[in-house]
């Protein structure tokens, strides 16, 4: 059980574009949503918390136009980046809970390169 | 944001050899996590800890809360090379804040 997908798992994309990345639950329901970003050999960084129905909630220094979080059912949550640039280039990974939400569990990662 | 201090930051030891590794903050926190993560993929969650004090095990993995819910440390014991990778501690505040709040990873490298 536990199970969380993200599609498509690698995605390069030209300057200017946007690029939309899916997290699903595919085995349990997930009020609540996490989108991450992580740079090479760095830890997870926490972008915007996800609530079904509701507008994300975005960590600071994040730019909510720049990434556009929508969680429109429990079992989906999407991530778009906008206009994306070079130093968007990164390894993208959402992460649900249940309705406690204690228990994380990790997408495998969207590996997203700008060139 | 916050950050957890997670020691140590790499790992050389040889198949068979105990490990232990921890992370330390200077804030409370409610729940503990631990996850590996292999190259290019997401983090695994091995071990939860939800109580101050508490001892967890999965299989060779022992986790433990600390006493004063600022530390936590991991164990693995008889290691082998599929153990190689990077883990992650992470703190959680609890009540309705779910965020977590993660370490800066040790990578384990395992010789056979």
């Known amino acids: 059980g536990a199970v969380v997908s993200q599609h498509p798992s690698r995605v390069i994309c030209k300057s200017g574009t946007s690029v939309k990345i899916e997290c699903r639950s595919l085995?349990?329901?997930?009020?609540?949503m996490f989108w991450y970003r992580q740079f090479p050999k760095q830890s997870l960084m926490l972008m915007a918390t996800?609530?079904?129905?509701?507008?994300?909630?975005?960590e600071q220094g994040v730019e909510k136009d720049k990434f556009l979080i929508n969680h429109a059912s429990l079992t989906l949550s999407t991530l778009t980046v906008t206009s994306a640039h070079p130093e968007d280039s990164s390894f993208y990974i959402c992460?649900?809970?249940?309705?406690?939400?204690?228990?994380?569990?990790f997408g495998p990662g969207t590996r997203l390169t700008v060139t | 944001g916050q950050q957890l201090n997670q020691s140590p930051q790499s790992m050389f030891i040889q198949e068979g050899e105990d490990v232990s590794m921890n992370c330390t903050s200077s804030?409370?926190?409610?729940?503990w996590l631990w996850y590996k993560q292999d190259p290019g993929e997401g983090p695994v969650l091995l071990i939860a800890?939800?109580?101050?004090?508490e001892l967890t095990s999965n299989g060779r993995l022992t986790a433990q809360f600390g006493i004063t819910r600022k530390d936590s440390f991991l164990n693995i014991s008889a290691s082998i090379p599929s153990d190689v990778g990077i883990y992650f501690c992470?703190?959680?505040?609890?009540?309705?804040?779910?965020?977590?709040?993660f370490g800066k990873g040790t990578l384990l490298t395992v010789n056979p």
């Open positions: 992460s649900a809970g249940d309705r406690d939400a204690y228990e994380q569990y």
């Open positions: 085995d349990f329901q997930a009020t609540t």
């Open positions: 996800s609530n079904e129905g509701s507008k994300a909630t975005y």
């Open positions: 804030s409370i926190f409610n729940t």
């Open positions: 800890l939800y109580k101050a004090g």
């Open positions: 992470a703190g959680q505040g609890g009540g309705s804040n779910y965020k977590l709040t």
